[in-house]
Each structure stands twice: as C-alpha cells, then as structure tokens.
Nanobody, 115 residues
Framework: QVQLVESGGGLVQPGGSLRLSCAAS????????MGWYRQAPGLQRELVAV???????NYADSMKGRFTISRDNAKNTVSLQMNSLKPKDTAVYFC?????????WGQGTQVTVSS
C-alpha cells in the first residue's frame, strides 16, 4: 500500500503564492510518476502537473509558467509551487502516485484564492 498526505493548502489572495507538498509512504517504487490534480466544485478533476522519477515534467497548458512541480526521490515527496494565483484556481488539490502496478490518491488539500 501507498499512503499520500498533502499539506500546504489554505486561503490566499489573488496574485499570491502557495506551496503544496505531498509525502508518500509505504511500498514506494523507484520508477513512478507523481503529480497533482485538482477538482473545483461542479467540475471534473483535471491534471495540474506530473513528474517522473527522472525529473520529466508535464503541465496543463493553463498552469505552465505559473506552477512548478518538483520531486525529491530520496524523501519520496512531491511539491507544487503555485504563483500568480487566481480565483479560478480555487479547488481541492490531490496528490497522485502512479507506478506499474498501482495508482494512488491522497485525500486532497483545499486551496482557496479570494480577497
């Protein structure tokens, strides 16, 4: 089993920044992708960014230039630096861990962008 715990969510003003972190524990494989997805009220879950164990990244087009994903393989953590936040970024952000034989999700952390 793999356990994912997100942290760093909260309330931030438009234009502000937040850094989300996700710690993975349990049966961690070296070859895996980790990433972030989000789901706003009334909308489907969407990709934010993913990163492989080798550091290859993929971003949703709307996130590119504002968000940066990073990974620490030694600590089994993945982070998401979010800058220039907009009210439309308000959502529950979920950490994701994917390997050859499994796909795991965290419980999510709320990000609210409002003045």
């Amino acid at each position: 089993q793999v356990q994912l715990v997100e942290s760093g969510g909260g309330l931030v003003q438009p234009g502000g920044s937040l850094r989300l972190s996700c710690a993975a524990s349990g049966s961690i494989a070296s070859i895996s992708t980790m990433g972030w997805y989000r789901q706003a009220p009334g909308l489907q879950r969407e990709l934010v960014a993913v990163i492989s164990n080798r550091g290859t990244t993929n971003y949703a087009d709307s996130m590119k230039g504002r968000f940066t994903i990073s990974r620490d393989n030694a600590k089994n953590t993945v982070s998401l630096q979010m800058n220039s936040l907009k009210p439309k970024d308000t959502a529950v952000y979920f950490c994701n861990y994917r390997r050859w034989n499994g796909n795991y999700w965290g419980q999510g952390t709320q990000v609210t962008v409002s003045s």
